[in-house]
């Protein structure tokens, strides 16, 4: 049989001490970003996903955006090499966790850096965000990685957010949604859409036309059933504060068989 798993990692002690690029530093409630990331979860259940738990590292702030450990595709994980240092870290639990699902597993290797966060898969091309995170070394070694198994990779530039996915992400149908003020050059992209708001460019595809999104973009949800989405809406307000997004709190596998 094939399914859908979501791998997650529950919020840490020291989230609050997450790293913050381009917004002001603002207080992280621990105890509500708690209840955030469980309803996060519910959703992906309430969806069909089944959800994998990534063991905790509870020394790294940021473990909670475990979207950044990894690309997967296919069958294939590329663990990341990440470009704060002080996020290393959290890949080895992340490899643990896709190896026990019996993905094949390659790597980032330095000088390359990438995080998880600036890949957008759209169908057989893959979007690598080349900004302050991910470098031109990492593009190239996820090109060569994923190149033999049908992708085009291609590298899109990101200077005005922390990752390339806080600025765009992907309807089912391929089109690009982002918040023009932070997109660097939507042309990139064959097919691009704006959104009125800056959280109204994450969403992630739940399947049958389910859309999960932040419920703090009401204009963008309701463009989106406009072109005929179900948004699923949950409140990740702590999450944002540290510049994280529906995306970056879930690696999202699909039709792996079993």
């Not at 391929?174 to 918040?179: L, N, R, S």
């Given at each position: 049989?094939?399914?859908?798993?979501?791998?997650?990692?529950?919020?840490?002690?020291?989230?609050?001490?997450?790293?913050?690029?381009?917004?002001?530093?603002?207080?992280?409630?621990?105890?509500?970003?708690?209840?955030?990331?469980?309803?996060?979860?519910?959703?992906?259940?309430?969806?069909?996903?089944?959800?994998?738990?990534?063991?905790p590292?509870?020394?790294?702030p940021?473990?909670?955006?475990?979207?950044?450990?990894?690309?997967?595709?296919?069958?294939?994980?590329?663990?990341?090499?990440?470009?704060?240092?002080?996020?290393?870290?959290?890949?080895?639990?992340?490899?643990?966790?896709?190896?026990?699902?019996?993905?094949?597993?390659?790597?980032?290797?330095?000088?390359?850096?990438?995080?998880?966060?600036d890949?957008?898969?759209?169908?057989?091309?893959?979007?690598?965000?080349?900004?302050?995170?991910?470098?031109?070394e990492g593009?190239r070694?996820?090109?060569?990685?994923?190149?033999p198994?049908?992708?085009?990779?291609?590298?899109?530039?990101?200077?005005?957010?922390?990752?390339?996915?806080?600025?765009?992400?992907?309807?089912?149908?391929?089109?690009?949604?982002?918040?023009?003020?932070?997109?660097?050059?939507?042309?990139?992209?064959?097919?691009?859409?704006?959104?009125?708001?800056?959280?109204?460019?994450?969403?992630?595809?739940?399947?049958?036309?389910?859309l999960?999104?932040?419920?703090?973009?009401?204009?963008?949800?309701?463009?989106?059933?406009?072109?005929?989405?179900?948004?699923?809406?949950?409140d990740?307000?702590?999450?944002?504060?540290?510049?994280?997004?529906?995306?970056?709190?879930?690696?999202?596998?699909?039709?792996?068989?079993?």
């Open positions: 049989m094939s399914s859908t798993i979501a791998l997650v990692r529950a919020p840490g002690p020291a989230l609050e001490h997450g790293i913050v690029t381009h917004r002001e530093r603002e207080h992280v409630d621990l105890a509500r970003a708690q209840k955030q990331w469980t309803s996060y979860v519910d959703a992906l259940t309430g969806c069909g996903w089944r959800t994998v738990e990534v063991a590292a509870d020394e790294c940021d473990a909670v955006f475990v979207e950044d450990t990894m690309v997967v595709f296919r069958n294939v994980a590329v663990l990341s090499h990440p470009g704060a240092e002080q996020r290393r870290p959290e890949v080895a639990a992340a490899e643990q966790a896709v190896t026990a699902l019996g993905l094949s597993v390659n790597r980032i290797r330095p000088p390359g850096t990438l995080d998880g966060g890949v957008l898969k759209v169908g057989s091309t893959v979007y690598v965000g080349r900004g302050g995170r991910t470098n031109g593009v070694q996820l090109r060569a990685i994923l190149g198994l049908g992708a085009t990779v291609v590298a899109v530039p990101v200077s005005r957010v922390l990752h390339l996915k806080s600025a765009v992400t992907a309807l089912p149908d391929g089109t690009v949604i982002g918040y023009l003020p932070l997109v660097d050059d939507p042309l990139v992209f064959e097919r691009f859409v704006p959104v009125p708001e800056e959280s109204g460019a994450h969403v992630v595809d739940l399947g049958g036309g389910r999960l999104m932040a419920a703090d973009c009401p204009d963008s949800a309701a463009l989106i059933e406009s072109l005929g989405y179900e948004p699923v809406v949950v990740i307000g702590e999450f944002s504060k540290l510049e994280g997004c529906v995306t970056c709190l879930s690696v999202r596998i699909r039709d792996l068989d079993r």
